[in-house]
């Protein structure tokens, strides 16, 4: 007799049915979840195609900076601003060419187009062009990306400065192969008198020179930062060196970067050189100047004024510095080609050396129910100006009575500054040449040129040349073995090659003896 086994077999077949029933779910999960990616993945890849079409061929970006705001009055919330140099060539327009930017937080992931809009010398044919990169992401983000077609380029971002040491801001244009410390005192107590901050960038300086401002920026009287020049230590093919063609020094990224650093801390923020004095003639102060001349008014860009070059005397030995001397000694010049722009933050998210090419012309709506827009425009200041004093010799003693104030070049019928402000800012002086910790820098500073004048002929042969590229790289200064230098320098990065751009940016800044003060 055959044994009973229904029940046996039922049991069996009910066991190989659950595998079979747990498969048929896993899979049904997997088709959702694709056909739920898929719906992404179609418009991402006609957004690389239409890339793809702007794409001329294959270069480099370098990233100076990036900041990430929870919240920004002309930015938006969670907002991302990346400084970079880029090459013009590798797409149509740099302007028109979007990017993705991915931020992460704790808990998820978000992708998002960023605008790209250039800054640059509109008659020069300089190859790389300072780039804003800007983007809005999620809340809290913890990592920052660029999504190329490639695959993610991670890069570290930092905060901007929540509090400004004064209202007003002046970003002075990165040093280099920088001597002239005579111009750096007088900068820095015209500066602290009328009430404005100084930050500085620094890239080649004198030795004893560099050790001087660094130390005045860990006492807090200045704030000083390293600016590095732009290098690519792993790329794809040969590329064109990118500080031979980039105007000067890159000043236009080291202005647009600072405009960043203070953009939710400060009310107003100047763009200049370390030789450019300014006198609020018309003012105790910048900030009442700037306020007087802003007038209240929603369309104003920025205030612009003009630079008048002037030639002037200097003095070796720390004791005769005088700002009365170098005031009273003081032949003006004419008035330079661009000036120099003083802005609201809000009202400027990048910069050019002399002005925003972006900002100019904007559309600006005051009410919901406005239908045709103001335009924000540069304001031109006719009864001031910035004086530049680049062109100093050097004298052997004091030969004018520095207790006579030269008037206002722009009137003609007013002083620059009076008695009692002059006075101020000499005592400034001797104030900041007895601080003790600076005594061993301030005996050893320079007493004569040696970079200065190169440098300045150079520049000058380049600025005749018609659509020249005017840069420090094609100067070829000569190091000197006798003059050591500090000169800012990096652990530079580089991502894998990719199209159309290969990143490129640095970390763990410092500043060395080992590369002279060209380089």
Known sequence: MLPKTNKNWKQVKSQLRLPWGILFIVLSVISVLIWVFSGDEQPNRLFYDEMKLMETGEENAFIHSAYYYETSKSLGKNAIAIVATMHKGAVTDLNEFVLKIVGTNSTKRLVTDARLSTEHDPDESCEYTTVLIQANTLNSMTKLEIETRDGLVPLPFSEPKRDSPRPVVFCIAPLFAAEQWQSFLMQLHVTKKFGAHLHVYMMTMLEHYYQMVRELGELGVISTQPWLSVKFSQVGKPFLEPNRNSELRNPAAAFTDCLLQYKEAAQFIGFMEIEDLLFPVNANSYYEEFEREYEGSYQISALYYQIIEQQSVKYSSPEQQSLGALLGSAQGGDAMKNGRSIVRPERYNSTWTHYSTQAESQPVYLTEQQEDPHYLNRKK????????????????????????????????????????????????????????????????????????????????????????????????????????????????????????????????????????CYE
């Open 381 to 516: 200041i006719s009864a001031n100006a910035f004086l530049r004093f680049k062109n100093l010799e050097y004298s052997p003693v004091e030969t004018v009575n520095s207790t006579v104030i030269p008037m206002n070049p722009m009137s003609h019928d007013q002083p620059l500054l009076n008695e009692e402000q002059l006075k101020e800012i000499e005592d400034g002086i001797k104030e900041t040449l007895l601080i003790p910790t600076l005594q061993d820098y301030i005996k050893r500073l320079p007493t004569e040129d040696f970079y200065s004048t190169k440098l300045k002929e150079c520049l000058d042969n380049q600025r005749h040349g018609k659509g020249h590229c005017v840069n420090t790289k094609s100067c070829n200064l000569p190091n000197n073995d006798k003059i050591p230098c500090r000169h800012s320098d990096g652990l530079y990065h580089s991502v894998r090659v990719m199209k159309p751009y290969t990143y490129h940016y640095v970390t763990e800044y410092y500043f060395t003896r080992n590369l002279g």
